[in-house]
């Protein structure tokens, strides 16, 4: 069994038990993820990784999220516990590339404390929004593609892509069962 926090219905239990293949020769984020932890593990992600140490700024954070329609420029970090990560900043999902490639984000909606967190806004943002995504390895300019729903078990939306893009992701108030989801592309030319 695994334990998950979540801030509408406090600790839930999940079974482990899975009918999805788990066969190592299927990549991670092809099959469902029974286990959320295992996305938080560096260890299952495949193709163009950058790890966190070689974009670590001299701060401490792994880079600066700027998202200027939500008013809102935040470090990011990485942490083993990822809630410790979204206490400081965004967390990043060790799991995705720290710079090139899909660059998986999370943080609250609403912190544990019930202080907004910072991405309470997250789900007001529009195709073709900007946002800057800033490491020791450079800075990039992306485009707001999508904005969805998606299943709280569904991890796919962080698997491996040959363009740069962010994925952030997180909670829906009143929707344990559900996450939002917003992916914004490399800008044209950057």
Known sequence: NIIVHDYAEGEIVIGADSTEPT???VPLFIRTVPDPEMI???DTYAGNHTPAEKAQMKDGSIGVLTIPRL???VNVY????NMEAMSKGVAHFPSTSAFYSNVGLSAHNINLDGSDGYFKYLHTLE???GISY?????ERSY???SVTTIAASDWSPLGYTDDNRLTMITCISGQADK?????????AGE
């Open 23 to 25: 066969d190592d020769a």
């Open 40 to 42: 938080w593990s560096a």
């Open 71 to 73: 008013n809102l420029s």
């Open 78 to 81: 990485e942490s083993p516990d």
């Open 127 to 129: 195709k073709g929004d």
């Open 134 to 138: 800033q490491t020791a390895l450079g």
């Open 143 to 145: 485009i707001v593609e």
């Open 179 to 187: 996450r939002l989801c917003v992916t914004a592309i490399e800008q």
